[in-house]
């Protein structure tokens, strides 16, 4: 008798996406990332997006928004 082979296995699962898993990334050495004060967190989602997209900023357009409009907020609300 032939003995019938198992079905192939299907490959593994990718983990699921953290969200903001940078929130207290801003006290890290990096002097430029603590510049952007309450951008910096935006800023470092934008840096995932960009690793985990192979630095396509078309695929990222809704961080760099997010970090645009931050920066915006900064510059309007030190002029003041």
Known sequence: MDEEAPPPKSPPL???QQAAFHQDDATDDDENVKQLEECSALYLS???????????????????????????????????
């Open 14 to 16: 990718s983990p699921p």
């Open 46 to 80: 934008l840096q995932d997006c960009l690793v985990n997209r192979n630095r396509n900023w078309k695929s990222c357009q809704m961080e760099v928004q997010a970090l645009k409009a931050c920066n915006e907020r900064r510059k309007n609300s030190k002029g003041k």
